[in-house]
């Protein structure tokens, strides 16, 4: 089984990928990781979080040979973005060439409310995140959703939205384990 999985930053769906990995022998990869590993290899970044400020044509170029990779691996659970807020707009974290090579059996979005998010991403210190308002996280909600869906056009594959309130971790982890199956 193929299965995606995304949010916005803040909304867990590292959290939950955390949890999962002690409960599946699926290989759980992080395409921003993957992006990041080629990004240094080229010496354009120096950390994953200037990704989305380069060039939309290197951020393709990257995106596509992450989405190869990814896509020769079987039985993966991939941690992902599905919109990726850049200074020239939202880009799709999961365009056609990237859902050709990946293939998905299962799409999860990962929410949680806007507050929420914005608190912990208050709280991150291991990352350089740009300020997004109460509005510009709900905006960015709602175009992941958008862009789920119009995947699952495009595969075939189901959407689960999965909510990950404060303190409701666990119930989040049994709801996509039980998915998953």
Known sequence: MRVVVAGVPGAGKTSIMKEVAMKTSHRIV???????????????????????????????????????KIGAMSDVIVDTHLTIKTPSGYFPGLPVWVLEELKPDLIVVVEAGAHEIMRRRKEDRTRKRDFESYEEIEEHLKANRMVAFACSVLTGAPVMVLQNHDGMLEQAVEKFMEAFK
């Open 30 to 68: 992080n395409y921003g990781t993957v992006m990041l590993e080629q990004a240094l290899a080229k010496n354009v970044v120096s950390d994953r979080d200037e990704i989305r400020k380069l060039p939309i044509t290197l951020q393709k170029e990257l995106q596509r040979d992450a989405a190869k």
